[in-house]
């Protein structure tokens, strides 16, 4: 303004220049009442129409035309950007679209503003496990688990920490799915449904015992279980109690009429009790048969699981089982052939690399070795 | 008994604001830097209000799930009534509003009438509301800047305070309008002044600070956009952010030809036509908007969705080229708006299409298009407006994210320089003269002050004059030499410079024998023949600013000296010299003037 101070000029009138003040004042006034009364109108009209979009987006999810239904959430959350309901409904939408990095980033965004939202915190683990970024989608879970939830906070929960066991399930992670069950058993409502799946989820963590306390009340009140003898079977066979599990799968087959799974299971079952050397009262002949028919699946697993290529460990190992099938079987075999037999078996199934493709024989193989190295 | 006192003397809060108020009339400096926070309040009031209001007339004119002829019918109709309320009533409301501010800053001492205000406003409003393609800002930079000058008029201030009130308002109305205060200075200093040193820059940072507060008052903490955190994913990315600085230049390029010459075709149309003019960019968009409804209004809604890489390629490129076709004949044909937000949607659309070719290329070394869209903004930002100061600043106050600069910074120098090279005048600067007015653009201001003395001046001649010299020996030695002033050296250093007249004039008076210091000591104290009193010049000191001195000292020849040392003589610099490197060359001028 330097330069503008020694311009010759006619200043307005006193009363003028009052005049012009109070004029400007009466308009900044009247401009700021009406600004507001617009804006609050704007608001209103965004709230609604974003009302009326979150309805559209959420039909459009239930009839399952996920990108329509992305459209309208995005348009809703755009008219009404602050508020978490809209956030969240678009990001459940684009994570059923499987869209994960755009889930990702307005879920960032849900979360920054609000880090104790447990609901997004679900959401993320959710497009991060189907990213594949099973550590990040954990400890999402965990702030799920911990975090804040509106109103059915419970249930919410619950829904977390399912989620959480079933990836940690996927996972093979045992360790880590056991102490999720743990506290779930607790907070878990007791229908059957529940307590059972919960059951199914300690098998999978390796701890049988807890599967057949549950699976045990379960067919003690409903004798007529199906599902629940099957529980047991599975249970039983975690632990090598294979006559009774065969006897938990019999009864769940009996019960469940076209029960193809619980076939299945029982027909792995004898398989393994048919493969077994060690159980009791089996005589000397028959216990080197079981071994030489172990050895024989265990061989096939084996051949199928190294594929093509020669493993640096296979031509005398293999050689050796296949010298050891190729002898005649023994009038009177010793112990020692038997245990000669086994311990050719495990060292050859140590040296398989899963996950490759198994017979039947080979998994009821697989199952008791597993057993005996234990 | 004494009479009573007067009233006001028992009010003695009355009295010192009476007297605050009369010395506030009177003292214009304080007065401006009252103005600016009042402007600033003002303008960002009324320019809310242009924002909700056109917000609401759209509302209006286009319900949810209104039908493909309405979106040819509103701006066809808009565009009409508006062509011709601005044809009849307000004839300085068409167009952005950006030139037609300089205008009133450089040509028409600041003045900017109260109609046109109302003109823009309302006209502005409806035409945007309806659908036109063009952008608020242009615009509204006009309605504060209008508003700026009429409170100051009417406040009788002087024209050089009037002149200076009008960016003041440009900039409120700038900051209101996009939310980014520092840009809405920059772009007044830049664009409307040409000069980020202007000295009302306090006056503008001021207003521009009230207006945007007021924005937030009203309107709360909301960004024009909402842009997801920008990550560098690969370092070699930098290369597709350069790719995206060609391009965007290019488009910008593209873009202002194609306006510049569809505006020129619709102004040799009879200009009884002119009125019926804007109906051709409502038609136009219209058509489009039929098949492409995005393409309507200003379109930040599908800025914002590129901004989160929710648009695919091929509506990217089809948007990118529709929007540069619409605005181009909306602007041309004559309907109120600006091109400050269509440059940045049609930035937005080419970066979203550079961003998403590159990610399908390169999926695991780039980032995903919205980040290459914001800094397509910047890009075609520079590339139009061709501020690229402002363009920076603006993208980084939208995002409000510091790790965007460098892209920014990459992609926006390329698509100026492109620009530059490819389009000789910046758009504003090319308006204007279409309308027959030449506005001093900052890019050409800056391009002159750019030029220094060090490139203009001449060696002093050898061997020169010393101060033990005669009157006589000293005119017969000018006799040859082709200037009106020399340099007098004792040694190596600068005695002072003597003048052809000084000498001739004591010849006259018989002193030929007499040294010529004699002559340098008898000066006036303003004009010794003390080398640091000596009028003078450094070699890094401007043209304009050699200009400047030699008027003020009416001399054609200056000393160039250095700055280390005042004495050591570097060069001459005439007026001739100076003449010539701005391109006026000549055999033979003026007589100099002596004083």
């Known amino acids: 303004m330097s330069s503008a101070g020694a311009a010759p000029r006619s200043p307005a009138s006193a009363a003028s220049f009052v005049g012009t003040f109070a004029l400007i004042f009466t308009a900044i006034a009247g401009l700021f009442a009406l600004d507001t009364f617009l804006a609050d109108r704007e608001r209103a009209a965004n709230r609604s129409e974003a009302r009326r979009l979150l309805k559209e987006g959420l039909q459009l999810m239930d009839r399952g035309a996920m990108p329509d239904a992305v459209d309208r959430l995005r348009s809703a959350v755009s008219a009404e950007r602050e508020n978490p309901v809209y956030q969240r409904a678009l990001a459940a939408a684009l994570v059923t679209a499987g869209e994960w990095d755009d889930a990702e980033a307005v879920l960032t965004e849900r979360l920054q503003h609000d880090p104790l939202d447990a609901e997004a915190s679900l959401l993320m683990a959710r497009a991060l496990a189907g990213e594949g970024d099973t550590r990040q989608a954990i400890a999402f879970y965990h702030r799920a688990i911990y975090g804040q939830w509106g109103a059915g906070a419970g249930g919410g929960r619950i829904r977390a920490r399912f989620e959480l066991v079933d990836l940690l399930a996927s996972t093979h992670d045992p360790p880590e799915l056991l102490a999720e069950l743990l506290p779930l058993q607790t907070e878990a409502p007791t229908d059957v449904r529940t307590r059972k799946r919960i059951a199914r989820l300690f098998i999978a963590a390796g701890a049988p015992t807890r599967a057949i306390e549950i699976f045990g009340d379960v067919v003690r009140r409903d004798r007529h279980d199906a599902d629940g003898y099957a529980g047991l079977g599975e249970a039983e066979l975690q632990l090598g109690n294979y006559r009774s599990a065969c006897r938990h799968f019999a009864t769940a087959v009996k019960l469940g009429g076209d029960d193809r799974p619980a076939e299945a299971r029982l027909e792995l079952c004898t398989r393994v009790l048919a493969l077994d050397p060690t159980q009791r009262g089996l005589g000397p002949v028959e216990q080197h048969r079981r071994s030489r028919d172990l050895l024989a699946a265990t061989l096939e697993a084996f051949e199928n699981c190294t594929g093509p290529g020669p493993h640096p460990a296979q031509p005398p190992l293999a050689d050796s089982a296949r010298a050891a099938l190729a002898r005649p079987a023994p009038p009177s075999p010793t112990a020692g052939a038997v245990e000669e037999n086994l311990d050719l078996a495990e060292r050859l199934w140590r040296l398989r690399t899963p996950p490759c493709p198994m017979s039947p024989s080979g998994l009821a193989a697989d199952l008791l070795l597993q057993r005996l190295a234990e | ?595």
């Open chain 2, 1 to 595: 008994m004494s009479s009573p006192p007067p009233p006001t003397t028992g009010l003695p809060g009355l009295r010192r604001l009476i007297g605050w108020v009369e010395a506030l009339r009177r003292r214009e400096s304080q007065l401006a830097l009252v103005l600016s926070l009042v402007i600033g309040a003002l303008v960002g009031l009324v320019v809310v209000a242009f924002i909700l209001l056109t917000g609401r007339l759209a509302a209006g004119m286009y319900p949810p799930g209104g039908t493909g002829w309405r979106r040819l019918l509103v701006p066809t109709l808009g565009s009409l009534v508006t062509g011709f309320f601005l044809y009849r009533y307000f004839p300085f409301a068409r167009g952005s509003g950006v030139p037609q501010t300089k205008t009133a800053v450089f040509i028409r001492d600041g003045r900017i009438s109260f109609r046109t205000v109302v003109g823009k406003f309302f006209c502005c409003s409806t035409s945007l509301a309806s659908g036109i393609a063009l952008g608020r800002e242009g615009p509204a930079v006009q309605i504060g800047a209008g508003l700026a000058s009429v409170i100051s008029r009417r406040l009788g201030l002087s024209k050089e305070m009037v002149k200076a009130m009008v960016p003041v308002g440009g900039a409120a109305a700038l900051a209101a309008a996009f939310n980014t205060p520092i840009a809405a200075v920059l772009f007044s200093l830049e664009e409307i002044m040409g000069d980020l040193h202007a000295p009302i820059l306090g006056s503008v940072v001021l207003s521009s600070a009230t207006s945007w507060m007021v924005l937030h008052l009203v309107l709360g903490d909301e960004p024009l956009f909402h842009v997801t955190a920008y990550h560098l994913t690969n370092p070699w990315e930098f290369a597709v952010y350069a790719v995206l600085g060609v391009v965007g230049g290019l488009g910008a390029v593209a873009f202002v030809k194609l306006l510049l010459r569809l505006r020129r075709w619709f102004l040799d149309l009879p200009e009884r036509t002119r009125w019926l003019q804007p109906v051709a960019g409502g038609l136009t968009v219209g058509l489009m908007g039929i098949f492409l409804p995005q393409v309507l209004g200003v379109g930040y809604p599908q800025v914002e969705r590129v901004l989160a890489g929710d648009m695919a390629l091929r509506i990217l490129i089809l948007l990118a080229v529709l929007k540069i076709l619409a605005t181009a004949v909306c602007y041309a044909s004559g309907n109120a708006g600006g091109i400050f937000g269509p440059s940045l949607f049609i930035g937005a659309m080419i970066g979203g299409t550079v961003g998403s070719v590159a990610h399908l290329l390169f999926p695991q070394s780039t980032s995903g298009p919205g980040a290459y869209a914001l800094v397509g903004m910047g890009a075609a930002f520079a590339g139009i407006v061709r501020t690229p100061l402002t363009s920076v600043i603006m993208i980084f106050e939208l995002t409000r994210d510091y790790t965007i600069i460098v892209p920014l910074m990459i992609s926006n120098l390329i698509a100026f320089f492109i620009s530059q090279r490819l389009q000789s005048q910046p758009i504003y600067e090319a308006l204007a003269r279409q309308d027959g007015v030449h506005l001093p653009s900052g890019e050409h201001q800056m391009r002159r002050a750019r030029v220094r003395v060090a490139s203009a001046m001449r060696l002093p001649e050898r061997p020169a004059l010393s101060p033990e010299t005669t009157v006589a020996e000293a005119l017969e030695w000018s006799g040859h030499a082709a200037l009106d002033a020399w340099p007098v050296m004792d040694g190596r250093d600068l005695h002072g410079m003597i003048e052809r007249w000084e000498l001739e004039r004591a010849l006259t008076q018989g002193r030929h024998d007499e040294p010529i210091a004699v002559l340098l000591r008898e000066r006036p104290a303003g004009h010794r023949a003390d080398a640091a009193a000596l009028p003078h010049l450094h070699p890094d000191h401007t043209l304009t600013l050699a200009l400047e001195r030699m008027g003020a000292m009416g001399r054609n020849v200056l000393p160039v000296v250095s700055r280390a040392n005042v004495r050591h003589l570097v060069g001459l610099v005439t007026l001739q010299d100076v003449l010539k490197a701005y391109g006026v060359s000549r055999a033979s001028g003026p007589p100099a003037r002596h004083e």
